[in-house]
């Protein structure tokens, strides 16, 4: 085999490996509950600039996405994120660019305090505990972190968990083998258990 075809053979394992681990990540702890209200979350990303980055932006845009047509009424959109240095909390960056830019005009609620995700799950739990349906917004990786540690702190509200629209075949393609190697990173913490795709 020549060595052009080597790499081209290996870059496109590279993306089949990348966009398959995402696919996973996304239908872990998910659930196929109903219910007429749900609250969709969105974690925010590290954001020291006055206007919300491009990952921020991506993630509002796979929050508002999320909320299905016949719940868009009864939904709740949360915005998670403290503030990083002395700039705007995460929070408010993402909840302006949901108004001003997508022109959200729905319910917004802000958790404006955490600056990990463990503390984006605990400081949201007051916002939930009234909603049938829960869905988590982020990268997949990020997410299914943040699932996981919804059913370490409350298991009762992780049985309300569905899958939010946070992973589609081909978005992010080429970035996605990079996202896969920096999730594995970042789910070291999360047990075997926790990764498995949730029976349906």
Known sequence: MQRGTRLAVAAAAALVWGEWLNWRWSQALVGNREGPSEAVVVLGFRNPQPAANFINRWRVRAGIRSITGDHARDTRLIFSGGA????V???ELL???ARSVLRWDGEVLLEDRSRTTWEN??????LLEDVDRIKIASQPAHALKARAYLRRQRPD???RLVRADDYRPGEW???KPLLA????WTLRGIRAGERKL???
């Open 89 to 91: 909390a995460e929070a």
């Open 173 to 175: 393609l080429l970035g």
């Open 95 to 97: 909840a302006d660019y």
């Open 84 to 87: 990083t240095g002395k700039g």
């Open 121 to 126: 799950v605990i400081n949201v739990i007051p």
């Open 198 to 200: 949730s029976p349906r």
């Open 157 to 159: 509200l992780a049985e």
């Open 181 to 184: 190697l920096y999730g594995l």
